[in-house]
Every structure is written in structure tokens, then in C-alpha cells.
């Protein structure tokens, strides 16, 4: 099994797909794969997947900026 065909089995399930808004396909340039997130506040779908030292995508309702 390659490095990329184990990512993604591990990240079969989406985990920054969450609600249901619509999902778009990021492009990790470290990992050379696709990930798929559905927030709100992306700028760049080629950027690393949190995985490979990325941001972790900021979901809709719980914006780290909100609810102080
Ligand atoms: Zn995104
Ligand atoms: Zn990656």
C-alpha cells in the first residue's frame, strides 16, 4: 500500500465535512492528494490538509472568533 492510497482510507469519513453546506475539493501539495472540507472561510484549495501541517479548516458555528 502507498503512502497515498493509506491517507485515503484514513480519511475516508471527511472529518472537515461537517453540516450541510456544500463540499469542495482541496489540493494538499505536501501529500500530492485531495481533501474535501465544507467551511465557509476558505480562500485557497491548494494548500496542505491539516494532516500535513495545514490549518484546520474553521467550521460554520464554531468560528474561533465567535461566542466571546
Ligand atoms: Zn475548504
Ligand atoms: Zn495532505
Known amino acids: 500500500m502507498t ?3 493509506a ?3 484514513r480519511k475516508r469519513s471527511n ?3 461537517i453540516g450541510p453546506r456544500p463540499v469542495h475539493k482541496h489540493r494538499c501539495p ?4 485531495e481533501w474535501q ?4 472561510y476558505c480562500n485557497h484549495m491548494e494548500i ?8 484546520e479548516p ?11
Not at 472540507?37 to 465557509?40: A, E, G, Q, W
Not at 474553521?58 to 466571546?68: A, H, K, L, M, S
Open 48 to 55: 496542505e490538509c491539516p494532516e500535513h501541517g495545514g490549518p
Open 15 to 17: 472529518p472537515y465535512v
Open 3 to 5: 503512502t497515498k492510497e
Open 58 to 68: 474553521v467550521i460554520e458555528g464554531y468560528e474561533p472568533w465567535r461566542g466571546r
Open 37 to 40: 472540507c465544507n467551511s465557509p
Open 30 to 33: 505536501d501529500g500530492d492528494h
Open 7 to 9: 491517507i485515503v482510507v
